[in-house]
């Protein structure tokens, strides 16, 4: 039996339980802390602390083994983890590896994970636009998903106040698919890029190339340094950990802050194995974790619990939390948990080369990464086969060409005579992917992890609304690559499987109707009113922008639901 020999009851009782210290849980601790409670924050993973625990943050490129590249039999032991980006020598240690935490793939997906103090808050690119209302009113007007229970006034207030404890860059764009927020300065484009945004403002209606909105502390306000964060040095390792707190993370603002309030316990090392459901009280009244080091059951009790183990782990815990009230998992009512997962579909990109400008070179350090397009298909009215939309990133850079001809002296000369080539232009796709109750995910009837929890099994697949909307961006992309004097246009899909988009969404789901959906307005379960969801499982549909910052808002605005709400009684 769990809880023999080891603390009381009252000693495991708190206000408030957080499930995952990452994104959205670091504000969900954040925030409840701010508002008195006490509060427990469960994490599956290590502790990581800002600073202390950045071990490759300050070497230099020739200080790691292998120069920064994962040795070959590391990259064949984990074929999933090495597919993204961001796997080098000098981040590994924040990603999941394959063998340690397997799951079950009825489809391919590649499920890119960080289990730690931080989550994927570490690893991030710090992306971070708002949605619009034609991302909330999205589906109500394409019957593609259930309505959204909220629009973006229901949230613009809390991502004015995120925005402002997290630091984001950016212009204030003025567009309406991409709602300006309280900016610190943005970082500005290179001279191809500049260039490329006002070609595509002179000859398109309704098409933008701004500055990338990212969560860098461009320049720090009072409320930053008082977190002990400074600016961004633009030195581009985020990555690894940045020892001046130059961007956003859990690590280095969210969870300090809240341990800084003498309210917040944070138990690392803790696998949250279920939620508690009392039938004679009709609500949830605690977690049973297991301890990763001693494999003990322990079980941990609180007034209110917030879901932030990131949105397939999320759908996991749930669809474990069963009982005689909820035999298909807790709040499972509706029996749409763990359906209408869906995600970003990154796959196609294109890249050219631009031979003007030579006169201008760039040292290539935009920690914002260059230039945003926001969604321009199918935004005020249906013009396309296909529904909803994508954006896209785009950069210019400029390389020094390498001449290895000749050997000897010739040889050393040749490779010392670097010079500049042309610029090279890129640009990703950002596709929205819509929510299909065929793309699901359940638990493994019979297998189980290390931890005696069933693994989780994921069937998530493409469909032919992305495939038509990568064909148009490579054609919109194309043409405007074409008009704006770009040559050796080479458009590409890569055919990854879902997942390596790390934007997965859905499961527990938000509505209206609690027979179509899991979670109300405030995001909190239809059906246990004091278990609130607001990673993004959460997500009624998945916009074309990066979702982070709503994760964040949302999180907000529903713990300040939450202590009102307790505040009155109602929990
Ligand atoms: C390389 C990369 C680039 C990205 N770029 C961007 C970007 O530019 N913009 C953007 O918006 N997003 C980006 N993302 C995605 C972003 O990181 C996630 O959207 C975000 O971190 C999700 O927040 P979260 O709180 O839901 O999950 P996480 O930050 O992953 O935190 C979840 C936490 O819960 C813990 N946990 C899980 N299960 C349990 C359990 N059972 N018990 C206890 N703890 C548990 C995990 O260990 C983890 O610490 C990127 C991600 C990666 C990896
Ligand atoms: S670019 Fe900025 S945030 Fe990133 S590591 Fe450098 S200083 Fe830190």
Redesign the pocket.
Known sequence: MANLNIDSVKSRTFDAIV???????GWAAKELTGKGLKTLV????RDVKHLKDYPTTNLYPWEFPHHGVIPTEVQEANPIVNR???FGEDAAHFFVKDKEHPYVQEKPFDW??????????L??????QRWSDFDFEGPARDGFAVDWPIRYSDLAPWYSYVEKFAGISGNRDGIAELPDGEFLPAFPLNAVEDYFSKHVKKSYQNRHVISARCAHLSKPNPIHLEQGRGQCQERNLC?RGCPFGGYFS?NSSTIPWALKSGLCTLRPF???ESIIYDEKLGKATGVR?IDTNTKQAIEYFADVIFV????L?TN??LLNSTSNRFPNGLGNDSGVLGKYVAFHNYSAHISAEYDGFKEWTTDGRNPAGGGYIPRFRNVYKQETNFLRGYAAGFSAYRRGTDNSDGIGQTLKDNLAKKELGNWGVGSHMMGETIPKESNYVTLDKSQKDQWGVPLLKISVDYDDNDEKMKKDYIEQMTEMFTSAGFKNIRAESDHRAPGLD??EMGGVRMGNDPKTSMLDKWNRLHACKNVYVT??ASMTSTSCQ????T?MAMTARSVDHAVSEMKKGNI
């Not at 499930?19 to 849980?25: A, E, L, N």
Request: charged share 10%; net charge positive; proline share 2%.
């Open positions: 499930i995952g210290s990452g994104m959205s849980g469960l994490e599956r993973g993204c980006y961001a890119i994970r960080g289990y730690q103090v931080g989550g994927k808050s690893l991030w690119a710090r992306q971070t990555q859990a803790s696998v949250v974790i932030n183990a990131a949105a782990n996991l815990v790390i934007h990673d993004g990066n979702p982070s910052l994760y």
